[in-house]
T-cell receptor, first 113, second 111 residues
Framework: DTGVSQDPRHKITKRGQNVTFRCDPI?????LYWYRQTLGQGPEFLTY????????KSRLLSDRFSAERPKGSFSTLEIQRTEQGDSAMYLC???????????FGSGTRLTVV | GNSVTQMEGPVTLSEEAFLTINCTYT??????LFWYVQYPGEGLQLLLK?????DKGSNKGFEATYRKETTSFHLEKGSVQVSDSAVYFC??????????FGPGTRLSVLP
């Protein structure tokens, strides 16, 4: 297993366009998390899945954001009608159980121009 | 509310100096505590953790002791190297289902 994979590594998009990011967690991990990190800040929680169920969403996750994890494997995060304020690093992490510690992917850096 | 607080950076040290980065938390009970490190251009990596009070986590010469009396988990290293230059994040689930991260402390070690 090669760890948590995220695709793409970088995405530049024009304001108003839709973007979708993919995360492939470690296969044995049933928990998957999405975070957002802006320059000079710590990661901020967006949403969390246990298997295919989305169990928690942050207030940061506006109605333009949607996440899925079909079949409890990979996950996608879609941002509709992107805004410049969406520019950030989007991080995916997985873990086998609560309080265990996360394994992070390398992130997808989104730039909205 | 529940939170993780860590000392502001940046911290600049000379090689072989002693390092302390302070971290405190606010939560009900005694949550697990973690330190993550982010090297330039890389993702976050788990550095060490402690799951209960008085536990000491250690890795790569770094140590942190879970002090319930002061709700702290300060990161220490006796002799830093240039390769330790990175951003360090204190984190905890704080009793919930997802981790809360501190703002990060940037460490620069000069040769």
């Amino acid at each position: 297993d090669t760890g948590v994979s995220q695709d793409p590594r970088h995405k530049i998009t024009k304001r108003g366009q839709n973007v979708t990011f993919r995360c492939d967690p470690i296969s044995e991990h049933n928990r998957l998390y999405w975070y957002r990190q802006t320059l000079g800040q710590g990661p901020e929680f967006l949403t969390y899945f246990q298997n295919e169920a989305q169990l928690e969403k942050s207030r940061l996750l506006s109605d333009r954001f949607s996440a899925e994890r079909p079949k409890g494997s990979f996950s996608t995060l879609e941002i509709q009608r992107t805004e410049q304020g969406d520019s950030a690093m989007y991080l995916c992490a997985s873990s086998p159980q609560a309080n265990y510690g996360y394994t992070f992917g390398s992130g997808t850096r989104l730039t909205v121009v | 509310g529940n939170s993780v607080t860590q000392m502001e950076g940046p911290v600049t040290l000379s090689e072989e100096a002693f390092l302390t980065i302070n971290c405190t938390y606010t939560a009900t009970g005694y949550p697990s505590l973690f330190w993550y490190v982010q090297y330039p251009g890389e993702g976050l990596q788990l550095l060490l953790k402690a799951t209960k009070a008085d536990d000491k986590g250690s890795n790569k010469g770094f140590e942190a002791t879970y002090r319930k009396e002061t709700t702290s988990f300060h990161l220490e290293k006796g002799s830093v190297q240039v390769s330790d230059s990175a951003v360090y994040f204190c984190a905890s689930p704080l009793g919930g289902q997802n981790f809360v991260f501190g703002p990060g402390t940037r460490l620069s070690v000069l040769p």
